[in-house]
């Protein structure tokens, strides 16, 4: 699987997608604040449109990209609220991630979740989301409480897409759960960079690791089987 698709008039749109992802770092390693806030919400809306245009299928990748995009946006912003709001948008994108994983399930949760091989990754995640959140709680404040029940929910997201994958390891379901533990990896990223190291060049580095987490996660909506909604 490469990032770059075959360069053909149907593929323009994944293209336009990179070379604003290359734009937004150097927007945001050069400190370019409004360049930034227009670059931003154009990665999700782009893959939005992509998909539209080739599937338009399954209607949780626009609301949950819709989200992401506002959680990008507000997130921008040192301020209490606006970072607070944008988690919840986060939050609400990865609700709608589970969502979609459930689908995926051959059992029902409370049976698959008994077995090791699915409930490791819980147990993986669970350590992973302590470590980090006892890291960097000396440097939240006030925003510790929205942090946390955001990281707790990417977590088991998180957990849940390795679950699925490894319960039947399709194509679909690998593009969602590299897309969901490089999206884990962009938020701890985000959470030591913006409240502990404050650096510009691992500011531009999200949008490096956020990039590829999007591109993969619509590559799951686009490869997924068609079903009945």
């Given at each position: 699987m490469t990032f770059l698709p075959t360069l053909n008039r149907e593929n323009v749109l994944l293209y336009v997608f990179w070379g604003l992802a290359g734009l937004l770092f150097y927007a945001r390693v050069s400190d370019l604040a409004s360049l930034n806030f227009v670059l931003t919400?154009?990665?999700?809306?782009?893959?939005?449109?992509?998909?539209?245009?080739?599937?338009?299928?399954?209607?949780?990748?626009?609301?949950?990209?819709?989200?992401?995009?506002?959680?990008?946006?507000?997130?921008?912003?040192?301020?209490?609220?606006?970072?607070t709001s944008g988690l919840i948008a986060y939050w609400g994108a990865s609700i709608l991630f589970n969502f979609s994983l459930s689908r995926e399930l051959q059992t029902p949760f409370k049976i698959a979740i008994k077995k090791p091989v699915f409930f490791l990754p819980f147990i993986l995640y669970g350590v992973y989301c302590i470590i980090i959140m006892v890291f960097i709680r000396p440097f939240l404040g006030a925003l510790f409480i929205p942090i946390l029940i955001y990281g707790?929910?990417?977590?088991?997201?998180?957990?849940?897409?390795l679950?699925?994958?490894?319960?039947?390891?399709?194509?679909?379901?690998?593009?969602?759960?590299?897309?969901?533990?490089?999206?884990?990896?962009?938020?701890?990223?985000?959470?030591?960079?913006?409240?502990?190291?404050?650096?510009?060049?691992?500011?531009?580095?999200?949008?490096?690791?956020?990039?590829?987490?999007?591109?993969?996660?619509?590559?799951?909506?686009?490869?997924?089987?068609?079903?009945?909604?």
């Open positions: 919400p154009l990665l999700s809306i782009v893959l939005i449109f992509e998909y539209h245009r080739k599937v338009g299928e399954d209607q949780t990748l626009y609301f949950s990209f819709i989200f992401c995009m506002l959680g990008d946006l507000m997130t921008i912003s040192g301020d209490f609220y606006n970072f707790l929910t990417l977590s088991l997201t998180c957990a849940m897409g679950a699925v994958y490894w319960q039947d390891r399709t194509i679909p379901r690998k593009h969602f759960a590299t897309g969901l533990i490089v999206l884990s990896a962009t938020a701890s990223l985000i959470g030591i960079n913006r409240f502990y190291l404050k650096s510009d060049l691992l500011y531009g580095v999200e949008t490096l690791l956020y990039a590829p987490s999007l591109f993969f996660i619509f590559m799951y909506f686009k490869t997924k089987p068609s079903r009945v909604l």
